[in-house]
């Protein structure tokens, strides 16, 4: 298999650059837009288990719309983890 030692990948000492490089203003505006409407999208979801297609709501909605919700949760830790620096880096 090999050792498993730091790799450098080429560079001359650890490789610390941003995974995706950095954001521009404009790719904040796109980023912040996206996620407002997956927000709305969710919450709608969230609110049509409860109310469609009629009252009391079935069950298999509720669980639906809450593994959408653990989904969506689960992908936001893993994007604030992604900006966020690890310990010990500047």
């Avoid at 709608?44 to 079935?58: D, E, G, N, R």
Wanted: charged share 15%; with cysteine; hydrophobic share 45%.
């Amino acid at each position: 298999m090999g050792d498993f030692t730091t790799r450098t990948y080429g560079t001359r000492g650890l490789d610390n650059r941003p995974l995706f490089g950095e954001t521009s203003p404009r790719d904040r505006v796109i980023n912040f837009a996206v996620g407002i409407v997956a927000s709305l999208l969710l919450i709608v979801t969230l609110i049509s288990a409860f109310v469609f297609p009629h009252l009391p709501p079935k069950p298999v909605n509720i669980f639906f719309a809450f593994c959408i919700s653990l989904s969506c949760v689960s992908a936001g830790i893993l994007v604030q983890l992604n900006r966020v620096p690890l310990w010990g880096e500047d």
